[in-house]
């Protein structure tokens, strides 16, 4: 060190921070200085399931006793493999939250740390919303493999499993990962089944492609879906549009999900396009626009602040069939997983034995909602989300609604979005929360011509903290959709006569965006 006045000081993991202590080292000698620091307090936990079976899951630490973890900002959150460890945190009072997702109950504990001394916690966790047939998955998420993330991948994988998330897709910004031997190496395959998959990144928008099994030696992990082609001189021939992106994800790496992210980011792909939702897919730039996608991320960590959810109003108008995905996009530990969450029909719902090649059909299929915190069934005539129905014998149809959410969060509200993303029935829900299913009903509505239908439900202003306390209770489905006039076929309403802004935002968007307009004339 150079000769000169210091200041020493000592701080770590669940230890108070040491006095400042000055030291002065002189040219040629050695300099010593002694720093005390107080020893850490320690906290022991143990979670399980009803059963007594050791649960991944999270802990979220709150400061002081009795805090509302529902509303109260979280000073630390934790994630377990097996439900079990220690956890070093400053003496103080704090108040312990374990969780698993939003299909199992939460427990939460008053907690004192003392300096050298362990507290601990126990909590076993019910799973009481019945999801049965049904798996969750974050479809966009991000590690150390990502150029703007840090999080390692032995810490998502262990995140992931304590938050719920059973498939989920790794999207890396144009990597390719199978993060299998993570699970393995952590004894999470019963609970999780991840998903290789990429977001490819060009600056025009990004698309997520998944499931990626062509993971040869002979093509790169990075960059192996090209933005750009090169000619022998390593001179750049073209830039691959996203029709060109996702032929080659399909025929080089076997993927069967396309999906437009974030698509109106400012960098988005339907902003690079030229879609407008007034005026449609004949006004969009044909030289940048391609149909041959299945899935659109309209929800991105929770948010529709850019009118998403009108552009998928208006594809479904038009008669496209584009799944409705919902997803975290987290960069970082302090950004939650699943929040959103897709909730998609499987015939296996057991992480350890379910095939991935089910949850890309049921995603191709529309089989698909999705939530934060409350779960939906919806039929009609025995079809469920994502289906067809025809040949019923009157315009009168029934709609079966059911909505479960656990007794820690609230909901209040359900309503059916139809054609022209109209709202055409709605009902309060005062259910009292510590009854899992808040509404159970066969709701019947007469109807002229044929119709997509989409059930919303949640709650206008509870949140779903421990989990994120910044977003409502929410959850939407895809469609259903009902030939009326039985000629076995589902003909299109076609796009509003008027402005889209007529177009129902959700509940939780509390006012229609300003969405963007091009200088094609109104047809």
């Given amino acids: 060190m150079a000769p000169g006045d210091y200041t020493l000081q000592a701080f770590g993991e669940g230890r108070t921070d040491s006095a400042v202590v000055d030291v002065t080292v002189g040219a040629g000698s050695k300099a010593a200085a002694s720093v005390a620091i ?16 050791p649960l991944p899951c999270r802990l979220t630490v709150f400061n002081g006793h009795d805090a509302n973890v529902n509303t109260a900002g979280a000073a630390l959150r934790h994630w377990s493999a097996d439900g079990s460890g220690t956890m070093r945190l400053l003496p103080g009072e704090y108040t312990v939250a374990a969780s698993h997702g939003f299909e199992y109950e939460i427990e939460a504990e008053n907690v004192t740390i ?81 998903v290789t998959g990429s977001e490819v990144s060009p600056i025009y928008g990004h698309t997520n492609v998944w499931p990626l099994t062509g993971l040869s030696a002979t093509e790169p992990d990075y960059y192996g879906v090209g933005l750009v082609e090169y000619d022998e001189d390593g001179k750049v021939t073209h ?34 396009v030229g879609y407008d939702p007034a005026l449609g897919v004949d006004y969009v730039d044909t030289s940048r626009w391609s149909p041959d996608f299945e899935a659109i991320e309209v929800w991105n960590g929770g948010k529709d602040s850019s009118g998403t959810v009108l552009d998928w109003y208006s594809f479904l108008d ?10 975290s996009d987290s960069h970082t530990s302090s950004k939650p997983l699943g929040v959103p969450r897709n909730y998609f029909a499987m015939p296996d719902d057991d992480p350890a034995t379910a095939d991935p090649d089910d949850m890309v059909d049921s995603i191709v299929g529309n089989r698909n909602q999705v939530s934060i915190g409350a779960f ?21 149809v029934d709609l079966d609604i059911r909505v479960q959410a656990p007794s820690w969060l609230d909901v209040n509200y359900v309503r059916v979005i139809s054609n022209n993303g109209q709202v055409i029935w709605d009902d309060a829900i005062s259910t009292d929360p510590s ?66 802004g007529t177009y129902a935002m959700p509940k939780r968007v509390p006012s229609a965006p300003e969405i963007p307009r091009w200088s094609q004339p109104w047809p």
């Fill in 38 to 53: 107080d020893p850490p307090g320690f906290l022991d936990f143990d979670v399980t399931d009803d059963t007594a079976t």
């Fill in 114 to 194: 003392t300096a050298g001394d362990t507290a601990t916690f126990d909590a076993a966790l019910e799973r009481t919303v019945d999801t049965t047939g049904y798996m969750t998955g974050d479809f966009h998420i991000h590690t150390e493999f990502s150029i703007d993330s840090t999080v390692p991948a032995v810490d998502r994988i262990r995140e992931l499993a304590g938050d719920g998330m059973e498939m989920p897709v790794i999207t890396d910004h144009d990597h390719r990962s199978d993060y299998t031997s993570y699970a393995a190496a952590q004894g999470l395959t019963d609970w999780i089944k991840p």
């Fill in 239 to 272: 830039r691959n549009q996203f029709a060109d992106i996702w032929d080659i994800a399909t025929n080089v790496f076997g993927a069967v999900v396309h999906q437009i992210n974030h698509p109106r980011d400012g960098s988005g792909w339907f902003d690079h």
């Fill in 318 to 327: 038009q008669g496209f069939r584009f799944t409705m995905n919902g997803n």
């Fill in 376 to 396: 939906i069934n919806f039929s009609i005539e025995g079809e469920d989300i994502g289906g067809f129905v025809t040949g019923l014998d009157s315009t009168d």
């Fill in 435 to 500: 009854e899992i299913v808040r509404f159970d009903d066969t709701v019947t509505l007469s109807f002229d011509d044929d119709v997509w239908l989409v059930v919303e439900a949640g709650h206008t202003s509870a949140r779903v903290g421990p989990i994120d306390n910044g977003e409502f209770v929410w959850a939407m489905t895809n469609p259903i959709w009902v030939d009326i006039d039985g000629n076995g076929d589902f003909d299109p309403p076609g796009l509003p006569p008027i402005a889209a």
